[in-house]
């Protein structure tokens, strides 16, 4: 399939009107689809930018500071993989990685979300930064996602396996991968018992489905009836504490890089990073 035709291909699911698109979709994905447009809506955003209002739906942003190794991880594989290739960020949110791939020499980086808030963004955030050539957004639904067989030559997986079911997702992203490509996974781990217990405690920053489906690596053993497994990392055992004591980031970051490489301790990790291979073979 040409380029072109992918294309030509995805401007006909353009066409499907958002009634009926919506029509379509089961309770937990219009669920999905409620929260997140809220979570992306500037406007929301802006109320809740402060004070208790933002620690009660953001205020797990604080973590992130300290994950810059596998922010950096991740961004080295994006620039690696899409160069002349077709990328696709799957359920993109407001599709940095998307614009990353194009700005990296993608031929042609796809992102698609089930929030039509988050669609919008990213149309907006391509044109402000020069990417119409080169990128595409749409609307879909993750686990059916309608794009043709084989169409697909790297795809990033951020954080948005554990908001679908993996009996429909992992089989999905095998038909829309050609022969021989690649997905980057980057996923929460489902082990620590105090990350476990600060999801619970805090039930507005997730919908009740995500909740009960961080991963694990039966999840992994389970891509395996679909996919080659590639590198599996372990990322961020303790180093998160460093987002509430500033002095202590670097030493645990440190310590991190270290306890990342010990079996079992590293099932502590918040999350970790799985590569999945469509074999060459593989129709």
Known sequence: ?????????????DRIGNDQWIAKL???????????????????????SAGDSFEKF?????????????????????????????FLDYACGNGNYAMFAAESGAELSLGFDISDVSVQNCVEAAHERGLDRNTR?????????MLPDSSVDRIICSGMLHHLDLSY?????RRILKPGGKLLAVEALDYNPVIKLYRMV????????????????????????FFEIGEVRYWHVIGYAGALVKPLARPLDAIDSLLERVPLLNRMAWTFTFELVKPETAS
Do not use: C
Not at 26 to 48: S, T, V
Not at 169 to 173: K, Q
């Open 26 to 48: 089961e309770p937990r994905k219009l669920a999905e689809l409620e929260f997140h447009n809220r979570d992306r809506d500037r406007a929301f955003i802006a109320q809740n």
């Open 137 to 145: 957004f749409f609307q879909a639904d993750a686990e059916r996602t």
């Open 58 to 86: 953001y205020g797990n942003k604080k973590y992130y500071s300290t994950t810059a190794r596998s922010r950096d991880y991740v961004a080295e594989w994006i620039r690696r993989e899409s160069q002349g290739r077709v």
């Open 1 to 13: 399939m040409t380029t072109a035709e992918l294309l030509r291909h995805i401007d006909e699911i």
């Open 202 to 225: 805090t039930p507005d920053m997730r919908t009740e489905w995500e909740k009960a489906h961080i991963l694990s690596l039966k999840d992994i053993r389970f891509a395996e009836r």
């Open 169 to 173: 997702a992992f089989p999905e992203l």
